[in-house]
């Protein structure tokens, strides 16, 4: 105890931070999110080429984009209310300090611009037969999941991004078609998240038990 | 040499104590959170934890809400303003003492 508090407070607020990620659950949500991108990608690989159902599915990416957020969200609420809160306590954290918001835009806006300057690039300078989006997809996946990696302490997720590289490099080189090759790496990569989170949950269940009465 | 009996003049000693402290720390990085998170956060035992609080509480730094989930008791503890405050008043001060006893 003393050890801790003499140590650094920092470290304190790090480990208080990375509690919310010990049980895998994030991840869960997250794969969630990537399998319903998966579907999406299929339903417009499935869809017949000027079809009404393919000017549907196109137009409706965005909606489908933030159904899928919030499902997420909602899932990862219900999964920690139903098997955290009761194990190991209810925490809710605080919204990020501006500065902290301003970082993580400026971050999120680079990636997406190095995602559309590798897309380009790659597009008028493709080989024939090279599909640019899974790898460029792969590698923004990889670096998002890295950082998550050293901000949380969850290390399993660099074997994550490891996989999540592999799958978009190869499909990029050997994949079966443009159509088909985004949602092979959604679903890959929602399969990747899944068992990671899957085996962290399940250790996270065995570890501790659930409190049948509160606190005080 | 305890915290308890020796501080640097002027320090917060309510928020100095080696317990509190660390209860400080995590509802400072937290909006709020309950007594079994606290508890196995800090590795304080139920009684030794509620003293601590009842201190926090009554020096207006942590408000206390009973509540229930379900059938369940469920006890949840946040900062108020004023605890943040003196929250990182004892940062600052503890730092600039660190930085001149160097």
């Not at chain 2, 020796?6 to 080696?18: F, N, T």
């Amino acid at each position: 105890m003393t050890a801790d508090v003499k140590g650094d407070i920092k470290s304190i607020e790090r480990r208080t931070f990375q509690s919310w990620f010990e049980d895998g659950i994030q991840e869960l949500g997250v794969g969630g999110f990537c399998a319903w991108l998966a579907l999406y990608f299929l339903g417009q690989a499935l869809a017949p080429v000027k079809s009404t159902i393919k000017i549907i599915v196109d137009v409706g990416f965005l909606p489908w984009f933030f159904l899928g957020g919030w499902l997420s969200r909602r899932i990862v609420r219900s999964l920690k209310q139903n098997l955290t809160y009761r194990r190991t306590g209810f925490v809710s954290y605080k919204r990020p300090e501006k500065k902290v918001r301003k970082r993580i835009s400026l971050l999120a806006g680079i990636l997406a611009g190095g995602m559309s300057f590798g897309i380009v690039f790659l597009w008028t300078h493709k080989p024939i037969g090279f599909d640019p989006l899974p790898i460029v997809s792969g590698l923004a996946f990889t670096l998002v999941l890295i950082l998550m990696a050293f901000r949380t302490g969850a290390w399993r997720l660099v074997l994550v991004a490891a996989a999540v590289a592999a799958t978009g490099t190869a499909l990029s080189l050997w994949g079966w078609g443009e159509k088909t090759n985004l949602v092979a790496f959604y679903a890959l990569t929602a399969a990747a998240l899944f068992v990671s989170g899957g085996v962290a949950l399940a250790l996270y269940l065995r570890q501790n038990p659930v409190h049948s009465e509160d606190s005080e | 040499m305890s915290s308890e009996s020796w501080s640097p003049e002027g320090i917060d000693r309510l928020i100095h104590e080696p317990a509190r402290l660390v209860i400080a720390t995590i509802l400072n990085a937290v909006e709020s959170a309950d007594f079994l998170y606290l508890q196995r956060e800090t590795g304080l035992t139920k009684g030794n934890l509620s003293a601590h609080l009842a201190k926090l509480e009554e020096a207006g730094y942590v408000t206390i809400e009973k509540t229930y989930r379900g059938k369940i008791p469920l006890t949840i503890l946040r900062l108020t303003d004023k605890g943040r405050e003196a929250f990182r008043g004892y940062r600052t001060q503890w730092q600039a003492f660190i930085r001149k006893t160097r």
